[in-house]
T-cell receptor, first 111, second 115 residues
Framework: GIQVEQSPPDLILQEGANSTLRCNFS?????LQWFHQNPWGQLINLFY???GTKQNGRLSATTVATERYSLLYISSSQTTDSGVYFC?????????????FGTGTLLAVQP | NAGVTQTPKFRVLKTGQSMTLLCAQD?????MYWYRQDPGMGLRLIHY???????AKGEVPDGYNVSRLKKQNFLLGLESAAPSQTSVYFC??????????????FGPGTRLTVL
């Protein structure tokens, strides 16, 4: 099955700093999503991005499907950005409609 | 619009007891999923459903059963709970697209402890 590797495993930032999180896949995927889990455990979908680039406020994501990786950019970080960021991928279509999750990047933004 | 809801939020069981976790979504989504989250291991898929009346195994299905009798509900059952099933359980749903399932939306989770 697909293996998902995220880096770095953890990251500490000062408020206002920028960061890049990376997700590598062992096989091609045609569905890729980024999630944020806040310190209270809630999982929020950030991006549905099988290819290309998307932006949402201070966050943006780029997926290069041919090279099997995706990047999540956080600019001007805030303390509310703290939590765990997960990427997940899968090959959808037919009966295989499921995602495999990476182990996440733990982000702590300090004031 | 409540999104994805899970019942109960917390539960403590003794080894060998049974229980059912309920997931409900009001977004008319075709796909529904049950995951477990353990420290340092991310989320692992237990079972999923691609439509009413259908279920399929995920990565870690042993010890669990599921049913999807109604489109809006997805039930996860533990027939004989074991301490290894202590975890946080998340339900998710996603909509249909021509290429397969779309974005996944998660419920708030159920924290289960098996003594």
């Amino acid at each position: 099955g697909i293996q998902v590797e995220q880096s770095p495993p953890d990251l500490i930032l000062q408020e206002g700093a920028n960061s890049t999180l990376r997700c590598n896949f062992s096989d091609s995927v045609n569905n890729l999503q980024w999630f944020h889990q806040n310190p209270w455990g809630q999982l929020i979908n950030l991006f549905y991005i099988p290819s290309g680039t998307k932006q949402n406020g201070r966050l943006s994501a780029t997926t290069v499907a041919t090279e099997r990786y995706s990047l999540l950019y956080i600019s001007s970080s805030q303390t509310t950005d703290s939590g765990v960021y997960f990427c997940a991928g899968g090959n959808y279509g037919g009966a295989t409609n499921k995602l495999i999750f990476g182990t996440g990047t733990l982000l702590a933004v300090q004031p | 619009n409540a999104g994805v809801t899970q019942t109960p939020k917390f539960r403590v069981l003794k080894t060998g007891q049974s229980m059912t976790l309920l997931c409900a979504q009001d977004m008319n989504h075709e796909y529904m999923y049950w995951y477990r989250q353990d420290p340092g291991m991310g989320l692992r898929l237990i079972h999923y459903s691609v439509g009413e009346g259908t279920t399929a195994k995920g990565e870690v299905p042993d010890g669990y059963n599921v049913s999807r009798l109604k489109k809006q509900n997805f039930l996860l059952g533990l027939e004989s709970a074991a301490p290894s099933q202590t975890s946080v359980y998340f339900c998710a749903s996603s909509y249909w697209t021509s290429g397969g399932a779309g974005e996944q939306f998660f419920g708030p989770g159920t924290r289960l402890t098996v003594l």
